[in-house]
């Protein structure tokens, strides 16, 4: 039971989400560092001309999960 709890929190005591919503104006790379792929995130909102770098898998959850722009979220994944 130990085990299960300390997977959900984290170290600020919100619980971890494992799925990020689906957005339209993010762009997912993988870059290589050493064996393990590693996935950086870009926000292509408003044009998609210009990527603004959110950071990895883990930084830009948060980000987007305070996104305003309700209209670019798949209506399933509110």
């Known amino acids: 039971m130990a085990l299960e709890?300390?997977?959900?929190e984290t170290?600020?005591?919100?619980?971890?989400?494992?799925?990020?919503?689906r957005c339209t104006f993010r762009?997912?790379?993988?870059?290589?560092?050493g064996s393990l792929p590693v996935y950086t995130v870009d926000c292509l909102y408003p044009d998609r001309l210009v990527p603004i770098p959110?950071?990895?898998?883990?930084?830009?959850?948060?980000?987007?999960?305070?996104?305003v722009?309700?209209?670019v979220f798949r209506p399933d994944e509110d």
């Open 54 to 67: 959110l950071g990895d898998l883990v930084a830009s959850g948060d980000i987007c999960d305070a996104c």
């Open 11 to 21: 170290g600020t005591g919100v619980a971890r989400r494992d799925h990020l919503r």
């Open 69 to 71: 722009a309700s209209h």
């Open 27 to 33: 762009r997912l790379s993988v870059v290589r560092r």
């Open 5 to 8: 709890e300390r997977a959900i």
